[in-house]
């Protein structure tokens, strides 16, 4: 096995940017501090991690905490890599080397994992989303259009007939998806096999009336056992979806319920922001979802953009952007996902975000922007389908809206 | 259920710290950012989050990141609760609602996650430690003093002889506990089940010859059935220990794992500087701790006193800490875990870590503190155990050495 993974950091240091990657390198493979019996010289050079690249960089860090004695500070970028023989061809143990003790090292002010760069081999091992964009497309039946979406708002404390009474509007609507919340999950005052029930009912006459799809991704996120009992229910009783706090259940659990799935699944990235949101440490986008969407997401959350959230759009589009690039570094498997954009999003955000991804290959869900439609959930979907079909057909927003009153109560209901 | 459960955060906000904590707890429960159909005054007073407390304190955050229009700042705890009936008695769920979307939101600088505090109610639901400190001493059949252990090192690179015939010599020398490196778990160099029947023959060719039981942390991380494979190719060949990368196989696999288990689970922290490092984000060991030991880990790594890490003394005796403190904000079981000491330990930090604790309920682990002891590994373990003996009888360290030439050589050749 001749295969190599790697990952980027951006690192601030007030050392020497060798002596401080070979810290780095040390930690995640094979040192300790002293030299110890046993150690060949041969196992350093066959399982040691290698320094491939240190480039300076300009961007100061934000967040970074200077070292005490730091008189001045380099920033450079280090690529280090590990022979996939020190783990095989294991996520979690993967994750142990290029995120694990390395962030503890001593010799670093600021460390944050950017990228990782794995082996096609691993598609041996995991088996990446099962729908993505096409199976996705498939069962929406929708071609050339954007997923319009939306969430069971409130978030928690709609019974099962009180949510299935909001979904059957909202399929009347028109509306290609819905999911439950993220908080949503099987609450005794809304459990989850009566919501399912209640739901899917909903939508089965919905489908027999008018013979259009809706998708509907139920959160299973739960118990390892519980998230297999759920797909099965939901499938059982004619869904189509099921979504997963992926944080939350983790790597391992993602990979054994795709190994077992026969639904898309929908990767909520809830809790990301405990690991991202200090510049100066943790993981960017773009490491993070690779793992998730090797271990099986269909969908992973994006956030939006003009979000209600702190993130700026630059890093929003950077990571829908690297949903659908390949996912291994070397071939094999593209294994797209499709982004989900999400938060505070309205007919305003139509128009750059089909510019940021010259596609409509995504999922746009919008909570209050169908829902809060002065008009109703009817004119909210209408609103925003006509908003993106201007944005493909490249008809400026106003404009377009003159002859469609759904649109027009819609630009002057949301603030741009 | 009348039951609740609440989260400690410390943020600095530009804003009015009630508004931030309203967009905090909104963000957490019920709210959107409009008003829509459905949603009854009812809900958000039976599902809405609480503010519970908000009080100005005087420390800075350091890392927190000015919000562009910061004229003021105030740094707050804020204590946050919502009721079960919002997840149910699941930990996966409530992570969605205290560190999910809540990381987030705009009106926070900074945002930190210090404390949660879980009902006992969970205790129907998790298994918590099986072994725990009780456990680990009766199978080690170790009294009134910490476990010594040890690490296999190098980390990676040893064929399952190599580790077997390391470890016959750790055991000769003294030994309590020995576990995997976190980097080693199944490679193709040492495959788990052949490192398994060497380290294990050896092992039952040792307690044949003394009758003394070393404990064996077989680090099992992997896919969910992988590790509850090699959980029983353990037990059947007669181990008394496994391991896991807390973070990496998520707190929904290892609760999975637990149900399974019957040998201790020894939890290494690998990762968690992902989201801890940066102070003004992410986690604290206090809250995050919690939700391993509820699903179930037996022990939990802690770093150590004057570690090659980042981390300050003060944070490590925290950590450690609570550990040994109840786990439930109520009444029900304490599920005390043991917490391991471990990064650059040697003789040096045993007294300040028993004053420290003021307990040896604790594993402490040295690699190079006793591989590289200048008189072999039975010096290196002598000299460990002979700087407990002296801090818990209150003798002075190297008066202690004097007729101790074990103790006496570790003095001289780490530094202190």
Redesign the interface.
Known sequence: ?SHRFAARYLIETSLDPQDAAAEMAGE?????????????AS??E??GARIDEIVDVEAPL??S?AHPSASSVRRCEVKLSWPL????A????M???F????????SVNA?R?IDVELPSVLADTYRGPQFGVQGTRRITQIEDMPIIGT?V??????TPD?TA??VGRLADGGIDFIKDD??M?????CPFDQRVDAVLDTLRRYTERTGRKVMYAFNI?????Q?LRRHDKVLAAGGNCVMV?L???????L??LRRHAQLPIHG?R??????S???????DFRAWHKLFRIAGADHIHV?GLDN????PNESVVRSARACVAPVFADCGPTWPVMPVFS??QTVWQALDTYRAMKSTDLIYAC??GI??HPDG?ASGVESIKEAWTAAIEGVPLEEYARARPALARALGAFAA
């Open positions: 096995m995640s493979s094979t040192a300790t501090f002293v030299a110890i019996p046993g150690e060949r196992i350093a066959m399982h934000a967040g905490i023989e020190n783990t095989g294991s996520l979690p143990n994750l142990a080397t995120a694990g003790n390395i962030f503890d090292v001593q460390l994992l969430i708002k409130p978030s928690v404390g709609l009180e009474s909001l993220e908080l999950a099987d609450p005794p005052h996120t739960g118990e390892v056992d998230m706090s944080n939350w259940i983790g790597v391992s659990a990979a054994h909520h809830n809790g990301f922001g405990t690991m949101r200090a510049p100066g440490f943790g993981v956030n209600k959230f702190y993130e938060s505070k909570g209050g829902l809060g959930i």
